[in-house]
Structure formats: structure tokens, C-alpha cells
């Protein structure tokens, strides 16, 4: 299997105006699709990344409102990492601090910092301050400076009560390799390797079994190149035995999901064609974004959506 990282992960959370302020404002990233669940067009479907929506660094959001909390755990994907510059970390703690998001002391995490921020619901993200070259461009933003601006995801933790079996997957179906063990924490990359291919399996016993809620992740999502790659993916899974979906067309993406053996829900993505189908470049995230089966019922759906106005 062929695959380049991680593509996009996605998470739950009750107020959409509450998260959009959080990701756009707090975090700076760019508001690059509204768009539905598909599955459930009367809820938002939100996505924050770069610029132009590069795989790798979105991050997207099911935000339904008053859905009580979940509880971080095992069988989760447990904390999602962004990578920023090794020098921005002052910077993120004082802007933080000041704005008055609950943060954790800061840890050394195969040596490097690693300061972690809780979301409006709770959802747990890391700022990963890394020494590792990471030469993707910064998230373009009013509210953070370039010099300290994340550039994308670093990495995705999933919590497991045994990560053998989650392990052997990574390794022998998707192509993942081990690269570094520290305590309970092993870490899996693929590819070129660096800020956005990382996996860390977690065994922390102290940790309770998770239960799905808002601020917790719905599923992580990994890039395959291209349509061959994504058809050579399917296949892969499949006779790996682990139960995968049809390919779906996201309009955004081609898509595929399986549950891996320790509980969470995985995805495989294609780069292409990507979030400007639909609108330029230079206006993401303006108008709602509908697959092709919905658009005849746009004005059904936007009637019912609660009302967001974006940046
Ligand atoms: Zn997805």
C-alpha cells in the first residue's frame, strides 16, 4: 500500500460558531469548507487547514449542537497533533494563556516540546514545537504571525489497551514502519517520514476506555496519491479481513473506511481533487459546499442549518 500521511482527521463538537472562532481565531487556520455531513445534512460538516486545504493539515468537525461531552480514551484516537516551529512555543503559551484557553504543562516528547491545548469541548490538541524540518507554509492568519503559525498535522495518538494488533496493521497492511519508543508511547511513520506522517500507538493503563461524544475524534484519515493507489488500498484492507466500506466519492476526495482491531475508525483519502472543486482558491469556506446528489435540495438544506457567518 502507498500511502503519504496523514490526510485529515475529524472530530465532534456542539456549537459550530463556538468551534469556528476557536480554529480560525485561537489556532489561526483557515476556514476552508462549510460544507454537511453527508450522512446527516442538517448538520454542519466545517474544515480548517492551510491555505488551500492541503492533505495533511485539515481538520474537520461534525459540530451538532448540545451534544453532551465524550470522554478521551482507549480505542480512540485519542490527541491530534500540529507541528510548529521550534521557536514558536513561547509564543503559543503566552497567546494561550492570555486568551484564556486551558492548556497542560508542557512536555518533552521524543525530544521535542509538546504543549497540550483543550478546545471549547474538550477535544485534546498538541502543539508539537519541533527540530525536525517541516517546510510546509504556515496557515495564512491575521491573528498569528507567520514565524510561529502551524504548519500542518504532526501527528494523530491513538489510545489502546493492547497495541500489537493496531501495530500490525500499520506495519503490514498500510506500509507504516516503527521509528521511536518511549515508555507506554510508540511511534509509526511512512513515507518520506517528518510532522504529518506520525502515528503514536498509547498504553497508558491509566487511561479510562473512551466513550464518543463531543471533543473527541471521529475518525482519522490517511492520504493515498492518487485513484490507483486509493483501488490498490481497498483491495489491500479487504483481504486483510477488515471489513472495509465501498469507495465513496466525497467530492473533495475519494474515500474509504475501516475499523482498525483496537476501535478507531479509519479513513483513506485521496489528494485529489481537493477543496477548490467548487470554489476558488481564494474564497474557501464562502459558500456552502454541497456534493452533487444534494445540490437539488440546497435551499432545503440551507434553510435548516443554524445560521454561521464566517470569516
Ligand atoms: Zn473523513
Known sequence: MNLLGLHHI???ASDPRQNLDFYTRVLGLRFIKKSVNQDDPGTYHLYYGDYAGSPGTV??????MGLRRGRPGHGQAYATAFSIPAGALDFWQERLA??????APVETRFGDSVLTVFDPDGLRLELVATAEADPRPPAPS?????????????????ALNDAAPTAAVLTSTMGYHQVAQDGYR??????????????????????????????TIHHVAFRAPDDPAHVTAHREVASAGLGVSPVIDRAYFKSLYYREPGGVLFEIATDQPGFAIDEPVESLGTKLGLPPRLEPFRAEIEAALPKLTTP
Open 10 to 12: 475529524t472530530a465532534i
Open 59 to 64: 481538520l474537520t468537525f461534525f459540530p451538532w
Open 98 to 103: 492570555r486568551l484564556q484557553v486551558p492548556t
Open 142 to 158: 491575521t491573528d498569528v504571525p507567520a514565524a510561529h503559525a502551524i504548519r500542518g498535522f504532526h501527528s494523530s495518538t491513538l
Open 186 to 215: 510508540t511511534r509509526y511513520t511512512v513515507a518520506t517520514g517528518g510532522p504529518g506522517t506520525y502515528v503514536d500507538l498509547l498504553t497508558d493503563p491509566a487511561l479510562p476506555r473512551g466513550l464518543n461524544g463531543a471533543g
